[in-house]
């Protein structure tokens, strides 16, 4: 029974370690996360998850109530409002809910296979008490795409 707990926790902890090593690779592929400090990129590393959507899975939908936002780490999304936006590597989005009344303002779906990293509601307020540049660059995004719904959401 031991042998099999320290094993158990061996593969636990092995799998923690592989899943931060994808997440630091993907992190640093973020056009969005560039030029912030190691340490800092450690921290934001621990907090993402990381997803990965079909070609035409939705990811979210509009009207929904938001707990989370997305970076795209891979692949390419679409933000279904007039006219359509699309999203490429280093893009976010999902962070109008976390910022506003929670509720989603458009669907997005992947057009092609796409990795996502995901931030939780959790994470994002210590991310916005410990780091404000990086909250203050989402909530000026935001702020534009608030204003015009067309507009190039590209990073």
């Not at 450690?42 to 109530?65: S, Y």
């Not at 707990?67 to 109008?96: I, N, T």
């Amino acid at each position: 029974g031991m042998l099999a707990g320290i094993l158990a926790t061996g593969f636990v902890q092995e799998n923690r370690r592989e899943t931060f090593v994808q997440n630091w690779t993907l992190v640093q592929n973020v056009p969005f996360f560039s030029g912030l400090e190691p340490t800092v990129l450690v921290e934001i590393a621990r907090m993402l998850r990381k997803a990965d959507a079909a070609e035409g899975a939705t990811i979210i939908r509009k009207g929904r109530r938001g707990d989370c936002m997305y970076f795209v780490a891979a692949g390419k999304v679409e933000v279904q409002v007039e006219p359509p936006v699309r999203m490429g590597v280093g893009s976010f989005f999902g962070e109008m809910a976390l910022l506003g009344s929670g509720v989603r303002t458009a669907t997005v779906t992947a057009v092609l296979p796409t990795t996502l990293l995901i931030l939780e509601s959790a994470d994002f307020r210590v991310l916005a008490a410990h780091y404000p540049a990086i909250t203050e660059a989402i909530k000026e995004e935001a702020k534009l795409r608030g204003g015009t719904k067309s507009e190039s959401v590209e990073i």
